[in-house]
């Protein structure tokens, strides 16, 4: 059975650093590609990164609003994907889902596979 668990999310102030990751099992996910989304409250679950299958070491994609700030990567030995988010704002503030697709997208729609959510609070 797939499963994809998430890690890393926690309460900080503006301007700090954190680390998610995203455990995957249960399946090949070295040919997948794998993706972050997030979800404000009251607002639509949006892409925020996605890395594409070649053993995790595959393009990258990121949405507008965390481009420059936002790292997506992957350890395909620990079949592990990470997002490295640096000068977190306010607006960051959402439940983060790791994801994973044998399709390339930054739609929802390709992926088949979500974790549970780890919750990401930045305060001013």
């Known amino acids: 059975q797939v499963q994809l668990v998430e890690a890393g999310g926690g309460l900080v102030q503006a301007g700090a650093s954190l680390r998610l990751s995203c455990a995957a099992s249960g399946g090949t996910f070295s040919r997948y590609t794998m993706a972050w989304f997030r979800q404000a409250p009251g607002k639509e679950r949006e892409f925020v990164a996605a890395?594409?299958?070649?053993?995790?070491?595959?393009?990258?994609d990121y949405a507008d609003s965390v481009k420059g700030r936002f790292t997506i990567s992957g350890d395909n030995a620990k079949n592990t994907v990470y997002l490295q988010m640096n000068s977190l704002k306010p607006e960051d503030t959402a439940v983060y889902y790791c994801?994973?697709?044998?399709?390339?997208?930054?739609?929802?729609?390709?992926?088949?596979?979500w974790g549970q959510g780890t919750q990401v609070t930045v305060s001013s």
């Open positions: 994801a994973a697709s044998a399709w390339y997208g930054t739609k929802e729609s390709p992926y088949a596979y």
């Open positions: 890395i594409k299958s070649r053993l995790w070491g595959g393009n990258t």
